[in-house]
């Protein structure tokens, strides 16, 4: 159980550094960028489940916290750096039942299950840019126009990029490489089932 808690763990730490790693890449969407760096938590969130997610986004917004923070305004800060990772991890709400389907080979069930975790855990990345953007760049709004209105139609358009490009990505490896996202010591599993993930 130690060595398996210990593998749960390692896992969580490397996602959150890819993450990291990967919050360095853009693509622009508009005025905004395409989240690479959603993904591997996205996927961490799946295959350990929303603890541990949790745990790896606050990992990373923790590390960005620290690496991309100008320090000048703590508050803005966390608000823009650690605060919209953190959250992404209840994405791992639906582990259990995306492991299951999986197993079960019954991947319709499973891509509906991974289309919804992406949605929330990159909905919730998005709601929190959305708030640092309205709190922390209200001299970029026109006289006249509310700091939500200005700001929804740039994020929204981003969220949806990066929702079709993780949630594309995540499918495809759930349909070619099905045991990735089932960790040989799932908590999400019975036994039994267990017993034939081994066995297969």
Known sequence: MGSNSTKAWAETALFAVLAIALAYVTMPVGEYNLVFALLPLLFISLRRGMLLGLVSGTLTGLALFALKGEGTDVAG????????????????????FTQRTLNN???????????????????????????????????????GVSAFAHFLPGQALSFAA????SAAILLLLAKVAPKAFIPKDSRFLSRKEKSKLLND
């Open 77 to 96: 800060d966390i608000l823009t750096q650690a605060a919209p990772f953190i959250f992404v991890g209840i994405a791992g709400f639906f582990a259990k």
């Open 105 to 143: 080979k019954r991947f319709p069930n499973a891509a509906l299950n991974i289309l919804t975790a992406s949605f929330f855990g990159t909905l919730v990345y998005f709601v929190w840019s959305l708030i640092s953007d309205i709190f922390l760049s209200e001299e970029a709004v026109p006289a």
């Open 162 to 165: 990066t929702f079709a490009v």
